[in-house]
């Protein structure tokens, strides 16, 4: 990445850190999640409040460093709106694109693309994803019936536990 770039990006992920977005409660919510990341301490808990196989609102409460607080806002401002396939979808892009697997970023996807610098930092990489895992996590229980859904994040392995 140029400098300008890089000043660009890192910008936009203090902006979502400064003022995360997704963070008033809900006064309803059909999955509930809590994730972490036992190896820097980061915790999420995710509400999302979904209305016919479409994620109607989000509420994101992080705990943690600079890359996992705006993670998770970007989460927030991305999902609200979509499919159960295309948030599955958006994850898979950010996973791919944070691990520097070839994928392309598809233009909806507001300011994920500034998540890209992050790959320089491996140990970063669970930081940025723990919020993705931890939503995806809660839509898998949710569909099996649950309601609520809590998951471990790991620097040793890709896996939520």
């Known amino acids: 990445m140029t400098p300008s770039l890089d000043d660009m990006y890192r ?7 400064r003022s995360p977005r997704g963070k008033k409660p809900l006064e309803h919510s059909d999955i509930t ?3 972490q990341n036992p190896s820097c301490g980061d915790e999420i808990s ?38 159960f396939e295309e ?3 958006i994850a898979e892009v950010v996973r791919k694109m944070l691990k520097g697997e070839q994928v392309e970023i598809p ?16 140990v970063r ?3 940025a994803l723990l919020a993705w895992v931890t939503l995806i996590e ?19 392995d890709d896996e939520p536990k």
């Open 138 to 156: 809660g839509m898998k229980s949710y569909e099996n019936g649950k309601s609520e859904a809590s998951t471990t994040i790991s620097t040793e």
């Open 46 to 83: 995710l509400d999302v409040e979904m209305t016919d196989g479409v994620v109607k609102d989000v509420h994101v409460n992080c705990h943690g460093c600079a890359i996992s607080v705006a993670s998770g806002s970007m989460l927030a401002e991305t999902v609200k709106g979509r499919s």
């Open 11 to 17: 910008e936009i992920i203090l902006d979502h850190y």
């Open 107 to 122: 233009d909806d996807l507001g300011d994920i693309d500034a998540l890209k610098g992050v790959r320089q930092f491996p």
């Open 33 to 35: 999640t809590r994730g």
């Open 125 to 127: 990489i669970k930081c």
């Open 87 to 89: 948030v599955r979808r």
